[in-house]
């Protein structure tokens, strides 16, 4: 029997990595170099799914998901949350007194500044945390350290020289499944996300009156990120998600009003919500 297979960005042992293998076990991960990429292997069909990060509780939001997602042609049918844990790792035999650089991806990085303020280290930018891992065990220096999870010393044979080196306890980031078929939650069994995307008509206020209908019928928006389209300064189009399923009465007016101020209107997926956000409110 074929293994089913979900695509994520970044090298073995990569955050996306690590969350694929918990929550899709016996499912093949399958690493691609570009997000570009994942989408392609999941629109393709050389993947069923894609694991893919959407938010940082400390960076925001991650470059460019929010781009590809709306023309993407996938839909949403998860989320799943990942505390960040990150460790200092060299080659066999190097110390925290024999290091000298440090390499990881540029959000890794700043995400650690204490850890490398503390030992002088000089900052190297890596394309992902497991790509740096692997390498500085090519490297074979024991001057060269890099920022990982903690899974990436295991896949790359490195020494962990210190462990949870992050700066901020509660470093979490999102993670969102994609698929080529929409898996809609049903209605009334538990609290559900719905993710849409809509553009405003060029009319005084219109994005105010757009919004008017959540805030009338109680429906609880979690998300709304603006960004250009078509090379256009103004910002148009909006990414929003929002507590409940669009067949409970309060969202169906709201999206019903939302509507009539907006050229259109599309959902990007109905999904349960993840237990994390109960934990955090």
Partial sequence: MTSRRIAYQGEPGANSHIVAKQHYPDWESVPCASFEDVFAA???GDAELAMIPIDNSIAGRVADIHHFLPTSGLHIIAEHFLRIQFSLLGVRGATLDTIRTVHSHVHALGQCRKIIKQHG???????????AAREIAD??????????PPL???????????TDIEDEEHNTTR????????????????????????????????????????????????KL????????????QFLAEVDGHPDDVPLARA????????????????????PFRSRTR
């Fill in 255 to 274: 999206l019903e009003e939302l509507a009539f101020f907006t050229t259109d209107v599309t959902i990007l997926g109905v999904y349960p919500a993840d």
């Fill in 152 to 162: 990436a010393a295991e896949i790359y044979g490195l020494d962990v020289l210190a």
């Fill in 225 to 236: 990120e603006s960004y250009m389209v078509g090379g256009e300064f103004a910002a148009t």
């Fill in 175 to 222: 993670f969102v499944v994609l698929s080529r078929e929409p898996v809609q939650a049903p209605a009334g069994n538990g609290p559900t996300v719905t993710t849409f995307v809509f553009n405003v008509r060029n009319l005084p206020a219109a994005l105010y009156k757009a919004l008017g209908g959540f805030a009338t019928n109680g429906v609880n928006m979690t």
């Fill in 139 to 148: 490297a074979g220096d024991p001057s060269q350290a890099a920022i990982s």
């Fill in 42 to 44: 999941v629109t393709g």
């Fill in 121 to 131: 280290l000089t900052t190297v930018i890596s394309g992902d945390t497991a790509g």
